[in-house]
């Protein structure tokens, strides 16, 4: 079908295709694994200028992933303006800076939560030097997840954790320019497992509301207990105009991390279905799409790949709903008509019109194939000899 035979809802999914990026997590291309073993990967990444030469191929071949998370200090380098035009050089920009107060001693009992003020000052120091990267990468973002959290009742005070917390954002949030923000990720679990100081949206979204309109709430799609209604969260914080970013991944059990779309692909579409009744999809909207998983067993620069497409795919499907018709059958109270409308759309094979739009723009329609085909991941197995490779952490 030409584009002028598709029917208009095809038409209209086809150009909001066109706007949708995806930002991909630096930490995807390094090794790792789980607390039994991390399997190494020949070519993997020695630093990060390897990482995000890494990222740049998986948007090279899908053309909708121009971004690249970076997370401090895993991804320590002397020159981020260096590393900002290493990115640009491959087509790429550097997005979102992940702080990291998870892997010092000292953080042992918290990190802006904790009851020692010196500790408390250490952590906001790390945020205040994430903000000082920000400035020479040219990042918007500073995405906050903290593992503070008690594993005890009795431990520490809960109360007196918010407040300590209250006062670290507040510090940080002050020190952001007016075109950055902080996002604030909530986790109901781990590495604490009594109680976590930022355990759910609510929590964040207070957080967030204190600060201003800077701080944003991020929704990662494996922090929640087993049957959220993620979508129902996604909606509530687009009516207040506070959803930040998702970390998009996939679980079975806990925070599994594993390709968006793998396990649940019905739920990554009713996620995105809420985007579209937004209209939240577009860049500009304020809502950033990041992946933030890890490829133990897969080759990860495909296993990227493979994620941003069924980002792409969830997203075509939540545009191919007819939304008058739905509207029409919500208003008449007809419940079956109304779950119709969506599950047609679910039910419609938006391959094709994603090869279509692929080859529009210059791109192999199968992003797989064309990155298998191009012989990189020969290459860098080849060429990344001596050094270490860069793991999860480092
Ligand atoms: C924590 O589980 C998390 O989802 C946060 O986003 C971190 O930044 C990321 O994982 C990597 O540890
Ligand atoms: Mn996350
Ligand atoms: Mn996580």
Request: proline share 6%; with cysteine; aromatic share 8%.
């Amino acid at each position: 079908m030409s584009p002028s035979q598709l029917p208009a809802t095809a038409t209209a999914a086809r150009e909001a295709l066109r706007t949708q990026t995806i930002e991909l997590p630096s930490w995807a291309f390094g090794n790792s694994g789980t607390r039994f073993k991390v399997f190494s990967q020949p070519g993997g990444p020695r630093d990060p200028y390897e990482k995000i030469a890494d990222a740049a191929q998986v948007h090279r071949y899908t053309g909708v992933a121009p971004r690249v998370s970076l997370h401090i200090p895993w991804d320590l380098v002397d020159d981020y303006g260096a590393l900002r035009r290493h990115a640009e050089d491959l087509g790429v920009s550097i997005g979102t800076v992940n702080s990291n107060t998870f892997q010092d001693d000292d953080y042992m009992l918290g990190s802006l939560c904790h009851p020692d003020p010196v500790v408390r000052r250490k952590a906001v120091d790390a945020h205040l030097r994430c903000l000082d990267v920000m400035g020479h990468t040219g990042s918007r973002d500073l995405k906050i997840w903290l593992a503070d959290g008690l594993n005890y009742p009795g431990q520490d005070d809960l109360r007196a954790r918010q407040d300590r917390l209250a006062e670290g954002l507040a510090e940080i949030y002050a020190a952001l320019e007016p075109h950055q923000r902080i996002v604030l990720e909530y986790k109901f679990f781990e590495p604490s497992f009594y109680s976590t100081d930022v355990p759910d949206w609510g929590t964040s979204l207070l957080h967030c509301m204190a600060l201003g309109d800077q701080a944003m709430v991020v929704l990662d799609t494996g922090h929640h207990a087993p049957g959220t209604n993620i979508e129902f969260i996604v909606a509530q914080l687009l009516r207040v105009g506070r959803l930040g970013a998702f970390d998009f991944n996939s679980r079975f059990y806990a925070d599994d991390d594993l390709i968006a779309g793998a396990a649940d692909p019905f739920q990554l579409f009713r996620i995105m279905h809420e985007i579209i009744s937004a209209d939240a999809l577009q860049p500009d909207s304020g809502v950033n799409f990041m992946l933030d998983q890890c490829h133990n067993i897969e080759p990860k620069i495909p296993g990227q790949i493979r994620s941003v497409m069924n980002v792409q795919e969830a997203t075509a499907k939540a545009l191919l709903v007819d939304r008058s018709a739905l509207r029409a059958a919500q208003e008449a109270g007809d419940v079956l008509g109304a779950h119709g409308v969506l599950m047609d759309a679910y039910n419609t094979d938006a391959r094709p019109l994603l090869a279509d739009l692929r080859t529009e723009q210059g791109l192999d329609p199968d992003p797989m194939r064309a990155y298998a085909a191009s012989g990189y991941a020969e290459r860098i197995a080849a060429e990344r000899v001596g050094g270490s490779q860069a793991g999860w952490g480092a």
